[in-house]
């Protein structure tokens, strides 16, 4: 199946990525945005099937619910609280960090999917970040912390 991989963002080993890009023939299929501005990672978010998310160290990032949020399913790691978050074959894949051959099984799996079966991930995605992390309702929650302070 075609695809592109748009790597979002900037940082020390670009080289090397760019190297293994090259040696691999790899051009016609992966780009790298360099820095990108929020706008800009919004416009490729809505421009992607998935998000994929391969961190080994993480909190909660931001980039998976901002991505669920636009109603894309993320592909990402069994990290901290991102299993909290996104629940396997719901609203994405989740694999085990530095697993590669269990990150291409998530990828292959995601292409394989058809339009109908992603877009249903992707409400489903959005549901759940809404349901666990709305702005208004977790305003709501810290402004009634305040209100109970001394």
Do not use: N
């Given at each position: 199946?075609?695809?592109?991989?748009?790597?979002?963002?900037?940082?020390?080993?670009?080289?090397?990525?760019?190297?293994?890009?090259?040696?691999?023939?790899?051009?016609?299929?992966?780009?790298?945005?360099?820095?990108?501005?929020?706008?800009?990672?919004r416009?490729?978010?809505?421009?992607?099937?998935?998000?994929?998310?391969?961190?080994?160290?993480?909190?909660?990032?931001?980039?998976?619910?901002?991505?669920?949020?636009?109603?894309?399913?993320?592909?990402?790691?069994?990290?901290?609280?991102?299993?909290?978050?996104?629940?396997?074959?719901?609203?994405?894949?989740?694999?085990?960090?530095?697993?590669i051959?269990?990150?291409?099984?998530?990828?292959?799996?995601?292409?394989?999917?058809?339009v109908?079966?992603?877009?249903?991930?992707?409400?489903?995605?959005?549901?759940?970040?809404?349901?666990?992390?709305?702005?208004?309702?977790?305003?709501?929650?810290?402004?009634?912390?305040?209100?109970?302070?001394?």
């Amino acid at each position: 199946m075609p695809f592109e991989l748009v790597l979002g963002g900037d940082g020390e080993i670009r080289g090397e990525i760019e190297r293994l890009i090259a040696a691999y023939d790899l051009g016609d299929r992966v780009r790298i945005t360099g820095w990108i501005s929020s706008e800009q990672v919004r416009e490729e978010i809505l421009a992607a099937r998935a998000l994929v998310l391969p961190s080994a160290a993480e909190g909660l990032p931001v980039v998976i619910m901002e991505a669920m949020a636009l109603r894309r399913p993320v592909l990402t790691t069994y990290v901290a609280g991102i299993p909290e978050l996104v629940r396997p074959g719901k609203d994405g894949w989740l694999f085990a960090a530095g697993d590669i051959d269990d990150l291409v099984r998530a990828m292959e799996d995601a292409l394989s999917r058809s339009v109908e079966e992603i877009g249903a991930m992707g409400t489903s995605a959005h549901a759940r970040v809404l349901e666990r992390h709305a702005i208004d309702t977790e305003a709501a929650k810290l402004a009634e912390l305040f209100r109970q302070a001394p």
